[in-house]
């Protein structure tokens, strides 16, 4: 693959995780120390990412380098989970007392799912 080609899939990659960790491109900016015109170049693949910024953007997606290089498939693991990554940003931005109640509520959901499955409903 050509190196403008591996720019782009790259590109694509990183775009794609950003939109499936529910970040907008300012909130991207922000976790990476980025302005957002930079975010908004990179996903075009028109500016190149360097291994510090690509280390930054894997954080702020809970992904591996790796997968975002294209060399390793993406993780399903809940600790790399999209939707579990961006969960647990919006709930660090509760209140101690309102993340003590989704805790109650999630642990609530599971109960009801455990029980549906036990019941076969």
């Known amino acids: 693959m050509s190196s403008a080609g591996e720019q782009g899939e790259l590109a694509r990659r990183l775009r794609s995780s950003r939109l499936e960790s529910g970040m907008s491109q300012a909130e991207v900016a922000n976790a990476v120390g980025m302005s957002r015109v930079a975010i908004a170049e ?13 280390n930054a953007f894997a954080q702020a997606f809970g992904r591996p ?14 600790a790399g989970s999209p939707v579990m990554n961006h969960l647990a940003r919006t709930a ?7 993340q003590q109640q989704l805790l109650r509520f999630a642990e609530y959901l599971r109960a009801e799912s455990r029980k ?3 019941t076969g409903t």
């Open 42 to 54: 990179i996903e075009a693949g028109r500016r190149k990412v360097s291994s510090i910024e690509l």
């Open 65 to 78: 380098i790796e997968f975002l290089l294209g060399t390793k498939p993406g993780t399903d693991a809940v």
């Open 92 to 98: 660090k931005q509760l209140t101690p007392e309102d």
């Open 116 to 118: 549906r499955r036990e």
